[in-house]
């Protein structure tokens, strides 16, 4: 199947490979492009030269290939990663780092556990708002210290479904910004359950939700393939 994946320009990574090893086609989208903030950025590093966190968190892997080259001969504190990918970026720059076990943010503060109490922690993100994961550790005890170091800024262009059967967004915002033409053939596919509501408020069901890995979203895509022969 030829799946259109959205992601931000440029930064599709080793998608077609990964698809290829599911039985899948595919190829990128954009509804967003990422625009850097070099002085957050270097507000971001300066802190962690000066020891200023007891964690690090990296909520995807897009922060996490563009700080990775800064941070490799810097002492670091506890890094985690929310997912595969991200740790991925890390550690090709030789830095160590856990891995939450689900692909959501929600996730963090039960993988710290009572550790996270009193500890400061070092969010690089995106400048979309998680007001959920900063009050989840100030409930929990902890100082996040968010640092937005890059935009999501639409492209607003039409996104090229011709030869695609399925599309797949892989975020929320993604979603809600994708300009596209709807066709009843077409396979929608959120790549976990945040995405999903997101579609769902829209009035878009999903024909497959994830589990917020594109792998994850790809063995959902072929049992739901398998259960629906012929479309």
């Known amino acids: 199947m030829r799946i259109a994946i959205t992601r931000l320009k440029g930064k599709e990574g080793d ?28 507000l971001f590093i300066q802190d962690v030269k000066d020891r200023k966190f007891d964690c690090i968190f990296f909520t995807s892997a897009l922060p ?5 080259p800064y941070l490799q001969h810097l002492p670091l504190p506890r890094v985690i990663a929310i997912g595969p990918q991200t740790a991925k970026a890390l550690r090709e720059n030789g830095i160590i780092c856990e891995v939450l076990y689900e692909f959501y943010s929600r996730a963090f503060v039960p993988f710290l556990g009572d550790w996270i109490v009193g500890k400061k922690i070092g969010i690089p993100r995106s400048d979309a708002p998680n007001e959920k994961l900063m009050n989840g550790i100030h409930n929990a005890g902890g100082f996040p210290v968010e640092f937005q170091i890059y935009s999501l800024i639409p492209t607003n262009e039409l996104l090229n479904l011709e030869n695609a059967e399925a599309i797949l967004f892989t975020s929320a915002m993604s979603f809600k910004t994708a300009l596209w033409k709807r066709r009843e053939d077409l396979i929608l596919i ?4 945040i995405t999903a509501e997101a579609m769902e408020n829209a009035g878009l069901i999903p024909d497959v939700i994830g589990d917020g890995s594109l792998e994850g979203t790809l063995d959902e895509l072929n049992l739901f393939l398998l259960m629906n022969p012929g479309g």
């Open 15 to 42: 998608d077609q490979a990964r698809c290829a090893r599911r039985g899948h086609d595919c190829y990128s989208i954009s509804p967003l492009t990422g625009e850097m903030d070099l002085d957050q950025i270097d």
């Open 64 to 68: 996490a290939t563009h700080l990775g």
């Open 190 to 193: 959120a790549i976990g359950e």
